[in-house]
Structure formats: C-alpha cells, structure tokens
C-alpha cells in the first residue's frame, strides 16, 4: 500500500474532551443553580430545625414549671401532715403525762415501789 495515496480514509468523529465555550457555560450555570439550591435548602432545614428546637425547649420549660408546681403542692400537702401528726403526738404525751400523774397520785406507793424494782433490775443490766 502506498502512504501517499489519495484515497482519504474516513475516521470517525469522537468527541472532544474541551467542551465548547456554549456547553461550558451551560455547565456553569447548571452547577450555579444547583449550589443556590443546595444553600436554600440547607437554609430552609436549619430554619426548621431552629423552629423544632424552639418548640421542644417550650415544652420542656412548661413540663419543668408543671413539675415544680406538682412538687411544690406536693410539699406543702407533707409539710401540713406532718405539722398535724406532730400536734397530735404533743397533745398525746401530755395526755400520757397527765394521766401518769394521776396513777402516782392515786397510787404512790405502788408507783415507788415500781420504780425502785425497774431501777434495780436497770442496774443489774448495766453492770454486766
């Protein structure tokens, strides 16, 4: 075969790795577009997650103020039972204290002579 021949061979044409200056500002744009949507989107969920922790916060500082009220009544309610129980308890004692008086009275040798055995048998107690 002769190189020099006149004969043009046909080769096809593949396409150019360089985009054409119309193509590449196509590109441009399409890349702007999807960068400005990206941002807006990303915009829009940290505004929603803003909104979101916004409206936990408010839930969780009026279950807070629920609990303090709850605990509060609660406390004073414990407090206004045991300030009853103490009283009662004092009125008992003098009642108690009373009537023991009354018994020694009404009975003092008897009471003497128990006293002088529960304070033998205390001592014999205490020295073992």
């Given at each position: 075969?002769?190189?020099?021949?006149?004969?043009?061979?046909?080769?096809?044409?593949?396409?150019?790795?360089?985009?054409?200056?119309?193509?590449?500002?196509?590109?441009?744009?399409?890349?702007?577009?999807?960068?400005?949507?990206?941002?807006?989107?990303?915009?829009?969920?940290?505004?929603?997650?803003?909104?979101?922790?916004a409206h936990l916060k408010a839930i969780a500082?009026?279950?807070?103020?629920?609990?303090?009220?709850?605990?509060?009544?609660?406390?004073?309610?414990?407090?206004?039972?045991?300030?009853?129980?103490?009283?009662?308890?004092?009125?008992?004692?003098?009642?108690?204290?009373?009537?023991?008086?009354?018994?020694?009275?009404?009975?003092?040798?008897?009471?003497?002579?128990?006293?002088?055995?529960?304070?033998?048998?205390?001592?014999?107690?205490?020295?073992?």
């Open positions: 075969m002769d190189t020099t021949s006149t004969e043009t061979e046909f080769v096809p044409e593949v396409p150019t790795t360089e985009p054409t200056s119309g193509k590449l500002d196509v590109a441009k744009e399409k890349a702007r577009q999807i960068a400005n949507e990206a941002s807006d989107k990303a915009h829009e969920l940290k505004a929603s997650a803003a909104e979101r922790a500082e009026e279950r807070s103020q629920h609990a303090r009220a709850v605990a509060a009544e609660r406390t004073a309610q414990l407090k206004q039972v045991s300030n009853e129980k103490i009283q009662q308890s004092r009125v008992k004692a003098r009642e108690c204290h009373a009537s023991t008086e009354e018994y020694i009275r009404q009975h003092p040798t008897k009471s003497v002579l128990t006293a002088l055995g529960v304070g033998f048998v205390v001592g014999l107690l205490i020295r073992k």
